[in-house]
């Protein structure tokens, strides 16, 4: 049974990496796994994860309307998405990653480094990146 992971976020981004995922999922008779991680720890962030348990129950229902396997997770490990990512991807038999993209500026790419490079740079199997339209 093939897996694909998305890395989801409650963003134009993520939508446009959960709608492909799901073509994909479709198209290979996958199951599909939907993580959004974030590295926990703030008041924000814990206010945050709230907010996203909401956001993927509607995916969850969205996903069981449409008839596709899925699972999901909600990591707060206090690593980065990409971190949690590649690991998820390698522990299991991940066919494919797919990741929303977002324009960033050069300093901030800098500053904040970049998830979407490490898991394209790092991700022992293909990735596909998809821009919000």
Excluded: F, W
């Excluded at 990496?17 to 814990?46: F, P």
């Amino acid at each position: 049974m093939s897996t694909i992971v998305v890395g989801y976020l409650k963003s134009a981004e993520g939508r446009a990496a959960l709608d492909a995922a799901i073509t994909e999922a479709r198209r290979r008779d996958a199951t599909l796994l939907v993580v959004h991680s974030m590295r926990g720890g703030t008041r924000d962030e814990n206010r945050q994860a709230i907010s996203y348990r909401e956001e993927l129950e509607a995916v969850e229902a969205r996903l069981e309307n449409e008839g596709i396997r899925y699972e999901t997770r909600e990591l707060v490990q206090g690593r980065t998405p990409a971190e949690d990512l590649l690991d998820i991807s390698r522990r299991g038999d991940v066919d494919l990653i797919v990741i929303g993209l977002r324009r960033r500026s050069p300093v901030g790419k800098l500053v904040l480094g970049s998830n979407a490079q490490d898991i394209l740079l790092h991700a022992d199997c293909p990735v596909l990146a998809v821009k919000a339209s």
